[in-house]
DNA sequence: GTTTAATTCAAACACGTGTTCTAATATAAT
DNA sequence: ATTATATTAGAACACGTGTTTGAATTAAAC
């Protein structure tokens, strides 16, 4: 039949579990619902993984690798300013965040532990959250005085990350206070983004919330 | 209801299940546990709340009419700026989810709903996190522009509630960025608000992040 | 005091979970 | 072909969960 290609069960389980454990997370997926899915027997998952822990660190690492070799983070150019760094940086949050769903479940199930990392593998769940900080903080520096503090700018890509992972955390909250057209109208993440843009480039003291279109404008409105 | 009470074994359940649930989430949190923290036989939350789940609810409910009576939302004079009641806000805001521990197991408990709403009583959380919104939304009206939209008004209010939600749920995250040091000295509850507070007011046109020590956030203003 | 209802108690039940066991089978080396 | 090893299969195990049961006990009513 198959050649080579992916009949060893370990990798049919791996597949399997990933879009599982992507869809319900670590604690209610069922070993049995995986071998189910994968078409393998009960005792698969012990006999090439050791237990089920073990198989969700597997998973999530390789989850991990083929990620973030297919969808790197965004890199600009150096000449790129960094309103329009930032601008893209969140609406490439908001894509992630909102629509995972229609993303492999690769992005899934990352999304899932950069949320609510497991207590199993924080070590590897860092590894996804660092560069994106990291990268973040970067962007930020530019946006800054010079003197601006390290911690300072680590609470400022906090509150720019807090805004963007409130509407994925809190949907349930969101759709209990904006109604089912406000939310199509002005909740997309389109939208979403650029009013978290707008209110941290404000914050930052570039641009105005409300008044102008100011994403890449020079105006100065201080107060 | 009943006149007398005191020992009636459903008190001391509704009480211990009150904490047990504030700790553990109501899915980790097993019969058995209320019922020994109780000190009470296993069949009794069956036979006085008919299941696990009514429980909950129950004791939710209780939660809520205990909190809010006890803790009633901030009320300022029409008086004080607006400056002030967002500092006054987010700085409650933070003091819930951060301090929650310290606090009656009805703050945690109530907290837990407001952060991760059970799908059990959606309805009921809706009761304690609508207030706490308009409240918000209230005190950003003073702080915007005449013409500022509900759309707008509501997704600034998110943002300020994105910022402060944020180091509780991913409290993890945060602890993988920031050293021990820095956490202790500059990532406590006043701290954190009074960024949240300066960002947001930075934002919304008033005073700037980092530039000057203006704002409201030493004085001892109780009211 | 007797009777009746409400409550407590210990034990067991029903079920889902991860895991392990042993025999059967495929795969490869000699 | 024979042997040795690796893998699979199905059943069973061990345990924790919420729930139920039926007898024992208490409290109340008559």
Not at 49 to 59: C, H, I, N, S, T
Request: glycine share 4%.
């Amino acid at each position: 039949m198959t050649a080579r290609n992916e009949d060893p069960t370990r990798d049919r389980i791996l597949q399997a579990a990933g879009v599982v454990f992507a869809e319900r997370g670590f604690e209610k997926a069922t070993v049995r619902d995986i071998c189910s899915a994968a078409e393998v027997n009960l005792g698969a998952v012990n006999y090439h993984f050791g237990d089920k822990q073990k198989l969700y660190v597997e998973v999530l690492l390789c989850a991990h690798q083929d990620f973030y070799k297919k969808v790197p983070l965004p890199q600009w150019s150096e000449s790129d300013p960094p309103e329009q760094k930032l601008s893209d940086f969140v609406r490439t949050m908001m894509y992630r965040l909102l629509l995972a769903e229609g993303l492999p479940w690769q992005a899934q199930l990352l999304t899932r532990e950069m949320v609510t990392p497991s207590e199993a593998c924080r070590e590897l769940s860092e590894r996804s959250i660092k560069p994106i900080h990291s990268l973040l903080v970067g962007v930020l520096r530019e946006l800054t005085p010079e003197e601006t503090s390290e911690t300072d700018l680590e609470k400022t890509a906090f509150s720019v990350i807090g805004q963007c992972v409130f509407y994925k955390m809190h949907a349930p909250v969101v759709e209990t206070i904006v109604t089912e057209e406000q939310r199509a109208d002005h909740f997309q993440p389109d939208q979403l983004a650029e009013h978290i843009t707008r209110f941290t480039l404000s914050a930052l003291g570039r641009g105005s919330l409300f008044e102008l279109t100011s994403t890449v404008s020079e105006t100065e409105a201080n107060s």
